[in-house]
């Protein structure tokens, strides 16, 4: 439901002869074929690339896995956990008891998504200009590395060791507080910058920790954590999170409230952008998210709502070509 707005559904058993035939004639007048089986899957059903490329010598080929098309772990299961595991996102959520901690949402799905459309986009456009079809491939684990490129380079190139968390504040294990989540008096607040510590200090009525001996410069701050978390977040008790807001936004500081869910679907910055959309639905309105980017020559919108299974199974067929009679006796011969 989530992410087939503005597609259309089709069943087919590619196992069977007539099935098989579908969708011969459907990568005939495609432009894209995108699959996610393990590896070698496509192949034994007869529609590796190869296969799809003696149809249509132009198609771009999309393949998604877990870990990659080959190597030690080609033929293991993939799926999101397990590809932040192997991946390091469970390293860069060490908890401060030093539990490694997954990320609360499929993020290597999602990130991988988004690799594979860019991917498929980038053949697409090598495409337009050559005339060239190519197989494209995008894995769950390479999006995982990918997404921490700013702490894999840190990590690669220097001394700083592994990634360490060392407290519930703490946002990000290369960068010292307030960097992080803090406690008001009624919720959390987000603070940011370090060279707005002087700022920050004068605004909760606390002496200027910058001057601090502990907590004088960036690596104080970073071993002397604890220290200085607690003093930020013992001041920020004294307050709710929107009694701290205004007066750190007349400063221009670098904060923001730590909402709900409930609370981000309500904010006045979401409900501007048009982020959720009401369509209707095979199953009534339906609440959508929408596009996250704007195109001011075509704009992206949420034209229909996720299909039904096979919802639209007649209608491709007639795109490849498909009589009534002939759809008939696919469904009798149960391909579609």
Not at 30 to 45: C, H, I
Not at 55 to 70: E, H, L, M, N, Q
Not at 200 to 216: E, N, Q, T, V, Y
């Amino acid at each position: 439901m989530s992410a087939n707005r503005n597609k259309k559904s089709i069943t087919v058993d590619l196992k069977h002869p007539s099935g098989k035939e579908v969708i011969r004639r459907l990568v005939a007048v495609s432009d894209v074929v995108y699959e996610n089986f393990r590896p070698g899957v496509m192949e034994r059903l007869g529609f590796g690339y190869a296969d799809c490329a003696a149809i249509t010598p132009s198609i771009v080929y999309a393949s998604a896995s877990g870990y990659g098309p080959d190597g030690p772990y080609a033929h293991k299961p993939g799926q999101d956990v397990l590809a932040q595991a192997v991946g390091g996102f469970g390293a860069i959520n060490v908890s401060g008891a030093g539990r490694p901690t997954p990320v609360g949402m499929s993020i290597t799905d999602v990130m991988g998504g988004m690799n594979g459309g860019f991917a498929v986009l980038a053949a697409l456009y090598h495409r337009l200009n050559t005339g060239e079809g190519q197989h494209v491939h995008v894995s769950l684990l390479n999006s995982a590395i990918a997404a921490q490129s700013e702490q894999a380079v840190h990590f690669l190139n220097t001394a700083v060791g592994e990634p360490v968390r060392g407290t519930v504040m703490h946002a990000h294990p290369y960068i010292p507080p307030p960097y992080g989540f803090y406690a008001t008096k009624d919720g959390y607040i987000a603070l940011s910058s370090g060279r707005q510590v002087p700022q920050l200090c004068r605004i909760l009525g606390i002496p200027d920790l910058s001057k601090d001996p502990r907590f004088g410069d960036y690596w104080k701050r970073d071993r002397n954590r604890v220290e200085f978390e607690q003093l930020i977040e013992d001041a920020l008790s004294q307050r709710t999170t929107a009694e701290w807001l205004p007066l750190m936004e007349a400063e221009d500081l670098f904060a923001a409230p730590v909402q709900t869910f409930a609370q981000t679907f309500a904010d006045p910055q979401v409900t501007h952008n048009r982020m959720v959309v009401t369509v209707d639905s095979p199953i009534g309105p339906l609440k959508l998210i929408a596009p996250a980017f704007t195109l001011t020559g075509t704009p992206a919108t949420v034209r229909t709502a996720p299909p039904t299974h096979g919802q639209h199974t007649a209608e491709i067929l007639e795109l490849a070509g498909y009589t009534s009679d002939e759809m008939a006796a696919l469904r009798a011969e149960g391909a579609v």
